[in-house]
């Protein structure tokens, strides 16, 4: 099992268990959970836990910040637990219902916009490339090649529409052809044909219509869809099984078109004009204010997922006039959190401080992902973070001055520059420069508490000094914690010889392992069963003596899929030393070709100050295998 199949684990047991998941999606650094029941999860378990930066409860959702490696521990999760959304009665409440309105508006804001972003982002660097390459001479605008390209750049934006409606679909729980099928009506060439300028008048069965142009269009999809997905519900109770095929979205089609163009839609258009025009009114009245605000809060609005509010207006912005200020503004707020980690490296005197600070600088240079900065470095050392709004804050308000632009919606990075090729890019260039170099030295002279816990380099948490638990006598010497018998009958393997870099390096923590003679683990320890994986293939346990321990029955033996396993125990069960945990075929496994080299793995071996292996050759249960100081 790899090293992100036991973080998984973790988390999942942490959350409440496979049972109280709702709903999982992730974002660049962060597993967005909506669980069932919030009081079930372990926070400061979470929290406490190697791999995981931090943990957030905000719009909704439970979010765990993992950090870079947060796509191959979602896959981890993906692969091992069934995470579908049963369609029993008592599972169809829907999870944007939670929390106050303005909680659910910015769920929904991003559980829509979310899968659209890496199309925005793409297809608007494209634009901004060909901007460049234009105006150098580079490429012809007349010529096949730039139009080519251009209709790759301009058709995530012309169609906008459309894959808001399918994405809108999922959150609104409709039939995602058919919501697609509404907006592209309003783009088809007999309806757009109809308007020669914008609020031309038509009718429908002598009902006027307001032409619009709904290309590039966001408001009125959601809309749209939103209203749609209680129409369809309607008709799914009245209209007969036998003919709901065909007949739902017939009457759909018929009644959401005409609606949408009549009413919906023009509403969107002006609404989305009207934000589009507030937004540059703030901007025009002072943008030295506006830009401040958004600079040195930006951070604080992504921490709590509420920057999904206004990615909607960036986005509006571009649609209707062909770039946004706004984006400028909080750019700088990015590259504070960049110069936190330089600053960091520059002073901190821990090594694995610095290195953890020296390894996040170039995600956030490069590809603008800060959280494992914000989380790791600017809220866990505190002073950090007041660096990093005043240099964000002095960024942004001079972006927000000179009416900075930009092209596309793209993350600020040294990567993304291309995109902000404006008349004002310079106003640009120096706004992001000065956040990042006010904020490094801001960071280098407030300095930080090194005290408080040495940062760990790939996680980012601060370890605190490690008093433990272990006990001491008046002469010095550390008094026995607990004893931990061996699980299995076998021959001894010591932990850096498994051929594991997630056991062997001691990263899941210190322990031993055993090559069975018997197919069969009883528990080593009295205490609780934590967790059984659902494969049955390795069992956790915590003790009376709240001693975490991992049995894992061979190496990569997840594959197998709960063939040859068998299990004895439920997580939540109460054990007693010697119990029957699992079973298991050795001479099947061994056929399948796997490894039986079983690690019994003290995973929170950091709260104590040492654990003795065995120096048996070979174990039976009678035997001690571990004792933990």
Known sequence: MSKHDELAKFIVTNVGGEENIRDLYHCMTRLRFTLKDKKKANKEALENSDGVISVIESGGQYQVVIGNHVSEVYDAIAGNYNLQVKSGNNEKEDHSKEGNFISRAFTVMSSIFQPIVPALAGAGMLKAILVILTQLEWLDSASSTYAILAAAGNGVFYFLPLMLAFSASRTFKTQPIVSAAIMAALLEPNFTKLMENTGDISSFIHIPVV???????????????WLYSYLERFLKRVVPKSIELFMVPLVSLLIMVPLTAIVIGPLGVYTGKGIADGIEFLSTQSGLLT?????????????????????????????????????????????????????????????????????????????????????????????????????????????????????????????????????????????????FVITTVLTYILGFNEGNGATDAETGKTEPEKSGPALQTESGQTVVIESVYAPINGVIVPLHEVPDPAFSTEAMGQGIAILPSEGKVYSPVSGVVSLVFRTGHAVAITSDNHLDLLIHVGLDTVKLKGDYFTKHVEQGQRIERGDLLLEFDIPKIQAAGYDLTTPIIVTNSTAYQKVTQTQQKSVDLQSVLLTIH
């Not at 503004?329 to 600070?357: C, E, P, R």
């Not at 995109?419 to 120096?430: P, R, V």
């Open 291 to 435: 830009g401040a605000i958004l600079g040195g809060g930006w951070t604080f609005l992504v921490m709590f997922g509420l920057h999904w509010g206004i990615a909607p207006a960036m986005i509006n912005n571009l649609s209707l006039k062909g770039f946004d200020t706004i984006r400028p503004m909080m750019a700088s707020a990015t590259f504070a959190q960049s110069g936190v980690a330089l600053g960091v490296f520059l002073k901190a005197k821990d090594k694995k401080l610095k290195a953890y600070a020296l390894s996040s600088i170039l995600p956030s240079l490069f590809a603008g992902i800060t959280e494992p900065i914000v989380y790791g470095l600017s809220v866990k050392l505190k002073r950090p973070m007041i660096a990093a709004v005043i240099g964000g804050t002095i960024g942004g308000a001079i972006a927000g001055h000179f009416q900075t632009t930009v092209l596309a919606y793209v993350f600020p990075a040294i990567t993304t520059i291309p995109a902000f090729f404006t008349n004002t890019i310079a106003f640009y260039l120096i706004s992001i420069t000065i956040s």
């Open 211 to 225: 032409l619009m142009s709904y290309t590039t269009s966001i408001i009125p999809a959601i809309l749209a869809i």
